[in-house]
C-alpha cells in the first residue's frame, strides 16, 4: 500500500506538492549523528521516529483502535512532518484492527448460519470465537493502513508501509534495501510506517495478560524502533506506552519517583519492576533498547501516550523540549537537577530555622557586608551582563538591569533593616494555652517551608529576596531573567558566602538550568509558595501554570478614587499659594479644611506618582452633585494640566455634550497616564461600582464627612481602604512593614502588602506529661481548663525610618 | 453508501449481532414525547440527535478534518449506541474533506504536467486554485462516509448515509420517505448519518469567513437537525459549535455570563453578537432552531465541541446531565440558581459583616433557642430523612444522620459558645500603626467572603457551620447530602428564621438545586474559601475539583509517635495499680516517673481512642536500643490486647525471626485498628522518617530527655508537634479554640486545628487627612514615623469548658 503518487515519474511532483506546504516552523532543524546533550536541544531533531506501542494504539476495553488518540498522534507528526522534518512511525494495532474486524466477520456468518438453517434463536451458545493473532493481524494490516493513510491525507501527508521482521536486519542485504528504501521515502517527503509483518513471524506464544487474545510474540518491538533509528541515523527516538517514563523503583511502590533525565551511568540506581499489562518488553527492555538507541547516536525520550491530558501534544512537547517522560543523555550536565536542589533548599532550610534568630541576622548583616566589599566583583559581573543586553533590551529593561554603586549600599541599609526584622520572626509564640494543668499548648510562628521566587531582569531583587527567606527560615529556589546571568551568579554566590558562617550554605538556591518557569511551577509537593516578582503578566502566568501551589501576590490593580459630594477641594486637586475653597462656597455644602501643608492633593498623587504601578488610580468616582461644580471642573484641569488621558464610563458620557471617549470596559487597568472617570448617586451607589469592577486591591474615599468615611471604610471589601489618602500608600514600605514581600489580593493567608509575616505560618506546640484525651472523658475525670497564659505583645516588626 | 449488513436477508443478522453487545449503563432509557424538565432527566434520553458545526468537524487552519475531535465524537457516540440508545448525527465537514482532495489532485496534476512539458521550474507560479465549494462537497462525501465508517467499525457500530436538502422537509411524501427510511435504521441500531446534499443545492454564496474558500450555502443546518429531531421524536438534541453555549451578552464584552439554563420566557434578556466566524448561522439563528425543537417535544443542548479540554467527553457528559453548555428547557425551576444564591450569600455575607459583634451573637443564641424550641419539628423532619435512608444507608451512617434530643441541647450548648466567641472575631484591631502624623493605618480582622461547605449526611454540621459564618460575618453556602434533605430543609429555616431578626435572612443558602460538587467547585470569582466536612475521600475529590478556590482541610492523617530511648514506661504503656518502671530498671537509663494519675498512655490513646480519626497514630517508631526491652514487649502486649494489628516496617522486620505482615508503605493512612512498627537509630532518623513518609498533621515524641524533645518539637514540621501527650489532641475543641472549622495541613492561612480565626481575613485601613506620597519624597520634605500604637492583646477566643 506505499502511496507513491504516479508510479513511473519519479517522485517530482511529490516533491513539488512538499515544496508548496509553508515550512513554518523550522528552528535550525538538521542532523547532528550525536545524542542531544539536553531536551532544549530536540528542536534541532531533524529525523525523528516515533513508536507507538499497542497500548497506545489499542483501546482497553475491546482491542478496538483508539481512534482520537491515533489522530491526535499522526496531527502531531504531521505537523512535525511539515516543519520540514523527517518523521517515520513505528505501529502496532493491525493485531487489535484485525480482531474488530474479523470478530464481526465471524460473528455475522455465524448468524447468518444460525439465522437460514435453525430458525431457533440460539443467540446465547454464539460467542465470540478465540481468535488467531497472526490471522488478525494479517486482516487488520490492511484496514490500520487505510486508516493512517485517510487520516494523514487530512493534512496533505503521503504514507508508505513498509512491513519488517526483526531479522530483516541481521541480513546485511536486508538491511541495505530497507534503508535505501526507506532514505528515498524520506528524501521524498513521505512518512514510512512501519509494522512488523506479524503474519509471517513464528507461532505466536500465549499471552494472558491481553485479555484472551492470543498476541503475535512481537517480542520487542522497542528494539525494532531503536534499531532502525540508529540504522536510519535518526536524531530522535520517541517511543509512547502506557506509563509516564522510568521511575527510579516499580511505580506503586509509593516512593517512585519519575525521571526527568537518565544518563547510562545511572543505570544501577533502577529498581525495574513487572512488566507492563499491555504489550510486550517490560520497562527494562524499553531501557535496554533505549540506551542501544542511544549508544548509536539517537537521542530518546520514553514517554506515555495514553494520558489523555497528555496525548494531545505529548510528540510535539517532547519536540519541543518540554520536560515530558524520560529523556536519555549521554552527556550528564555538571549542575544538580531542580528537584535536588528543592530538596536540597528544604534540609538548607530547616537548618537555618533551627538557628537563633541572631544567628540569622549575622548571615543577612554579613551579606549586607558583602554587597558592599565585593562591589567590583558585582558591578564587573553586571557590566558584563548589560554589554550583551545593550542591543536586545529597551531603555527601561536596561535601567532595571543596571547596578551602580548606589543601588548597592541601599539594598545594604535595606538588608539590615531586615536583620533587625529577623530577631522577632521565627519562633514567636502567638498564643499561649493552659489546657490542663501539666499540659501547656504554644503557637509560634514557624517558615512556610521552601519558597519559589521567580523575578525578571532587576539583579538587586536576589540579595534582598535570599535576606527575607533568610529572615524567615525558609528554604529559597530563586529563578531570574537570563538577562542577568551573571550578575545573579555573583550575587548567589556572596549569598552563600554568608550562609556558610553557620553551615546552612544550601538554604538558598539558584536556579541555573534550563527549566521552564513552567515546569518549576508544576513542583507540587516539593515547593509551598511561589512568589513572582515582575510585570503583571508574568504574575498572571505563574498563576495559570502553579496548579497546586499557592502563588502570593496580584495580576491586577484597579483602584477606585470615590470623590463624595462633601469632599474638601485641597484634598482632591492641587491647591495654590493660596488655596480657596471654592467648591465649599459654591455648594455651600462643603467644609474647608485649608491644611496648606499638603502641595500634592490624594487623587493627583493616586494617577500621576506613578501611573504603572499597581496601586495607582484607574477610576475615579465623582458623587453626581459635584458634577457641574468648580471642585470637578478643577479635577478635570488637574488631570489635563498632568498629561492624564480621561475615559467616561456609560453614566459620565450619558451627562456630556462632548463626552471623551467612552470607556471600553470599566475594569480596566490603564497603568499609564490613563483613567476613567465616572458618575455615581452616592455612596452606596459608589461601593456597588467598587464590588461589581475593582479587583479588591485598594480603594480610596475623599469626603471631610466622617460618617460617610466610615461606612465606605467598613463596607468596601478591598484589602486596603482610605480615607483621605492617596491609593499609593499601599506599600508595604509605607505601612512599615520593613521589608514588603509583594501585595496580595488574595482572601486568605495575607493580604494587601505582605512583610516579612507572610513568610511564616504557624505550628502549635504541646507539652505534656503522658497525657491522652481519653483522661478527659466522662470516664477519665479530668478537666480541661484551657487558661490564656499572656504572651509577648507581636509588635510591628522594627525599622528606622529613612 | 448504507451499510446494510446482507442484503436481502432483512437485518436479521445485524440485530442478533447488536444483541451481542453489552448493554451496559442504560438506566431508564426511553422516550417521554416532552422535554426534559431538568439536566439530570437527559440520562434518560432514548433517541438523540448529535448535531456537529463544520467548525467542529474541520481544523481551525487549512479546513482539513479535526480528526482527533471526530474520532472523539465517534466514540462517545458509539458507547451511547452501545448504551442501547438511537443516536443519529447531522454533519458537516464534506467541503473541508473534498477541498483538501481536490486541492492534493489538482496540484498533482499540475506538477505532473509542468514536469512532462515545461521542464521549467515553475512551481512558485502554481498556486491553489479556489475551488468551488459543491465540487468540494461533491468529492468529499464518499471520503467523510468511509472515515466515519471505518471509525465506527471500531467500536461494532454499523452507519448509514442520509444525503438531505431543505427542502425535503416541505414535500410530504419525501418527509414521510425520510421518516420511515430512518425508522428502519434507528430498529436496526444503525446510526444513521445526515448531511445536506451540498452537490445539488443551489449555487454558493461567498462566504468571505471561512478564509477564502467558497462555501456551500448550507444555511443553517441547525434548523435542519432541530427539524430532524422534532421529525423524529427525538428526545435531545445537542448541537455542537465553536462557542460555549448562549451568553447574555455578545461573548468578549467583557460582563458576558454563559447562561446554565434558557427558558424561552427569557429570551428578551438575551443580546446577540455577531456571527460566528466559522460556520454559517450565528447564535441567534442557533437559538432559533433550538426553541424550534423545544417547541416540537425536543430537549435541547448548544455546546462546545472544539474546545480541546471539553471535547474529551462533551457529548457523554451532557448526557450525564453535567453542567456542559447551554441547556433548553421549558420548565423553569422553582429555586433561584446556584450562581444566583452565591451573589445573595455575598451581600448577605457583607451585611452580616457591617452588624455589631452583638447583634451576630443575638442571632446565633436565636438559633441556638428555635433548636430546642422547634424541637418537634426538626426531629420529625429527621424521621422522615431516616425512614428513607433505613434500608438504603450502613448503621453508622444512619447514626450520623439521626439527631435527638439529647444531640439537638448540646448543639445548642455549642452554638452559645460560638455566640461568646462572635463577640471578638471580626473588626478586631491586630495591629496600629502611626505612618505620620495625621495618617493612622490600622490592620483589622474581616470576613473572607463567602464560604463553600459540603458535608456529607450529618444534618447537624448545618447549625454548627452556619454559626461559624455567622460569628465571623461570612456569606455560607451550604451544600449537604441528599439522604438528610428534609431535615437540612428545617434547619435551613430555622437559621434564616434567626437571620432574620437583623435582616441578613440571605447571608446562608442552602444548595437545594440538583448541582453537582464537582460543578460548585468551579465556582471561583464567586467563591473565596470551600470546607468539606466529611471522609477524608471527601476531602479529595473536592480538592481535585476545586482548582482555583483555596480548600481549607487535609486529606491525610499519617501520625507518628516516636519512643525514645528514655521514654519512661508509664507514658507509653497503660500501668497497672502499681507501677514498676521495668524498662529503666533493665535498661539502666530510663527515669522512672511514676504519674499513676494516668490510666491511660498516649501511645494507647492515640490509636485506640478513635483509631478512624486523622490525628490517630498510624506509625509507632521505636528507638532500636529498646527493642529487646520489656518496654518494647509492653508495647506489643498492649496494641495485641486492644486488638490493633500491627504491620512492620522493613528494618524491624529484619530484626525479627517471625515478623508480622510486612507493611505495603510506609505511608499508609490505616484509619482502623492498624498500624506500623519501624525502627530508628535515634532522633535524628525519626525525624527524617517522619518528614519522608508523614503528612506533616501531628507527630509526637515520648521521651523524659527535655533536650531530645525540644529538639524534636523544634525541628519537626508539622502542623501539631507533642511530646508526651497523645496525638489525639490535635483537634479544636481540645486546644480551647471553641468551635472547630477543620484540621488543616496546609502551609498557608491556618494551619493544625482552625477555630473561627480560620475564617477571617484583614484588611488595612488607612486614615488621613490628604496625604500623598509625593510629599514623603526628598523634594516633599516629610517623614514617616512608622510608630506602633498598642493594641488590645488577642487573646485565645472565650469557651467555657465542658
Not at 620 to 632: C, G, Q
Not at 670 to 688: K, N, R
Request: hydrophobic fraction near 40%.
Amino acid at each position: 500500500m506505499t502511496h507513491f503518487c504516479l508510479p513511473g515519474i519519479h517522485a517530482t511532483p511529490c516533491l513539488q506538492l512538499q515544496a508548496l506546504r509553508c515550512w513554518s516552523h523550522a528552528p535550525h532543524i538538521h542532523s547532528q549523528g550525536k545524542p542531544f546533550g539536553h531536551r532544549g536541544e530536540l528542536q534541532q531533531a531533524k529525523r525523528i521516529v516515533v513508536k507507538l506501542g499497542s497500548a497506545v494504539v489499542t483501546r482497553g476495553d475491546e482491542c478496538g483502535l483508539a481512534l482520537g488518540r491515533l489522530a491526535s498522534i499522526i496531527e502531531q507528526v504531521a505537523v512535525l512532518q511539515n516543519q520540514g522534518r523527517e518523521m517515520m512511525i513505528v505501529t502496532s494495532g493491525a493485531v487489535a484492527f484485525g480482531k474488530q474486524r474479523l470478530r464481526h466477520e465471524i460473528l455475522l456468518s455465524q448468524s447468518v448460519r444460525q439465522a437460514l438453517h435453525s430458525g431457533q434463536n440460539k443467540l446465547k451458545d454464539m460467542s465470540v470465537p478465540v481468535l488467531e493473532a497472526r490471522a488478525c493481524a494479517a486482516a487488520g494490516q490492511s484496514g490500520l493502513m487505510a486508516l493512517y493513510e485517510a487520516m494523514f491525507s487530512q493534512y496533505s501527508t503521503c504514507t508508505a508501509q513498509i512491513l519488517v521482521t526483526n531479522l530483516d536486519f541481521y541480513d546485511e542485504q536486508k538491511r541495505h534495501n530497507l534503508n535505501s528504501t526507506l532514505q528515498e521515502l524520506l528524501r521524498m517527503n513521505i512518512v514510512p510506517i512501519i509494522n512488523t509483518n506479524d503474519a509471517v513471524v513464528p507461532p505466536p506464544e500465549p499471552n494472558i495478560d491481553l485479555q484472551g487474545v492470543n498476541v503475535i510474540s512481537i517480542k520487542d518491538n522497542d528494539s525494532l524502533a531503536a534499531r532502525l533509528a540508529v540504522e536510519m541515523k535518526a536524531d530522535l527516538l520517541i517511543a509512547l506506552s502506557d506509563v509516564e517514563g522510568l521511575y527510579d523503583s516499580p511505580p506503586g511502590a509509593g516512593d517512585a519517583k519519575l525521571i526527568d533525565i537518565f544518563y547510562p551511568g545511572d543505570q544501577q540506581s533502577i529498581t525495574f519492576g513487572t512488566k507492563s499489562r499491555v504489550g510486550i518488553g517490560g520497562m527494562e527492555a524499553k531501557v535496554k533498547a533505549a540506551l542501544w538507541a542511544l549508544q548509536g547516536g539517537t537521542s530518546v525520550v520514553i514517554a506515555n501516550g495514553t494520558n489523555p491530558k497528555v496525548t494531545g501534544h505529548v510528540i510535539t512537547d517532547i519536540v519541543e523540549g518540554k520536560k515530558v517522560g524520560t529523556f536519555f543523555s549521554e552527556v550528564k550536565p555538571a549542575g544538580p537537577t531542580v528537584e535536588h536542589q528543592t530538596e536540597v533548599a528544604r534540609n538548607g532550610g530547616r537548618s537555618l530555622a533551627s538557628l537563633l534568630p541572631a544567628q540569622r541576622g549575622e548571615i543577612i548583616c554579613l551579606l549586607a557586608d558583602l554587597l558592599t566589599e565585593k562591589k567590583d566583583q558585582i558591578l564587573a559581573a553586571n557590566k558584563m551582563d548589560m554589554d550583551q543586553a545593550v542591543r536586545r533590551l529597551s531603555r527601561p529593561l536596561l535601567k532595571r538591569l543596571s547596578l551602580s554603586l548606589a543601588k548597592l549600599n541601599s539594598l545594604a541599609v535595606g538588608l539590615r533593616q531586615i536583620a533587625v526584622a529577623s530577631q522577632r520572626s521565627v519562633g514567636r509564640v502567638l498564643r499561649h494555652t493552659r489546657v490542663a494543668h501539666d499540659l501547656e499548648l504554644e503557637q509560634i510562628t514557624v517558615p512556610i517551608g521552601v519558597l519559589l521566587v521567580i523575578f525578571e531582569s532587576r539583579p538587586d531583587c536576589l540579595p534582598q529576596v535570599s535576606a527575607l527567606a533568610i529572615a524567615s527560615g525558609n528554604g529559597l529556589l530563586l529563578k531570574g531573567g537570563k538577562e542577568a546571568a551573571n550578575t545573579n551568579a555573583i550575587l548567589h554566590q556572596l549569598t552563600q558566602e554568608a550562609l556558610s558562617i553557620h553551615g546552612v550554605k544550601d538554604a538558598v538556591q539558584l536556579v541555573s538550568t534550563r527549566e521552564e518557569v513552567e515546569d518549576l511551577c508544576r513542583l507540587d509537593k516539593m515547593i509551598d509558595l511561589i512568589i513572582p516578582r515582575g510585570s503583571s503578566q508574568l504574575v498572571r502566568d505563574i498563576q495559570r501554570a502553579a496548579r497546586s501551589i499557592p502563588v502570593l501576590g496580584h495580576s491586577e490593580g484597579i483602584c477606585h478614587i470615590y470623590v463624595d459630594a462633601q469632599a474638601s477641594i485641597d484634598k482632591v486637586v492641587k491647591i495654590g499659594e493660596n488655596p480657596v475653597d471654592i467648591a465649599s462656597l459654591e455648594c455651600g455644602r462643603l467644609q474647608g479644611c485649608g491644611s496648606e501643608q499638603y502641595s500634592v492633593c490624594p487623587v493627583r498623587d493616586s494617577k500621576c506618582d506613578y501611573p504603572a504601578a499597581c496601586n495607582a488610580m484607574e477610576t475615579l468616582l465623582v458623587h453626581k452633585d459635584l458634577l457641574r461644580s468648580p471642585l470637578f471642573d478643577q479635577i478635570v484641569d488637574m488631570l489635563r494640566v498632568e498629561g492624564v488621558k480621561v475615559h467616561a464610563g456609560p453614566r459620565f458620557a450619558s451627562h456630556l455634550t462632548f463626552s471623551p471617549s467612552e470607556a471600553k470596559s470599566l475594569r480596566t487597568e490603564y497603568s499609564d497616564l490613563e483613567c476613567c472617570i465616572e458618575v455615581v448617586d452616592g455612596l452606596q451607589e459608589a461601593i456597588d461600582h467598587i464590588h461589581k469592577y475593582g479587583s479588591s486591591h485598594t480603594d480610596v474615599i475623599i469626603t471631610e464627612n466622617e460618617e460617610t468615611a466610615e461606612q465606605f471604610l467598613k463596607q468596601v471589601d478591598s484589602a486596603c481602604v482610605f480615607w483621605n489618602a492617596s491609593s499609593r500608600f499601599a506599600d508595604g514600605y509605607r505601612f512599615g512593614l520593613g521589608a514588603e514581600v509583594g501585595i496580595s489580593t488574595a482572601r486568605i493567608h495575607a493580604r494587601g502588602p505582605v512583610g516579612l509575616e507572610g513568610l511564616l505560618t504557624t505550628k502549635w506546640v504541646l507539652r505534656g506529661n503522658g497525657n491522652a484525651v481519653a483522661d478527659f472523658s466522662e470516664q477519665g475525670g479530668m478537666e480541661y481548663l484551657h487558661q490564656s497564659v499572656p504572651v509577648e505583645q507581636p509588635l510591628p516588626e522594627q525599622r528606622t525610618s529613612n
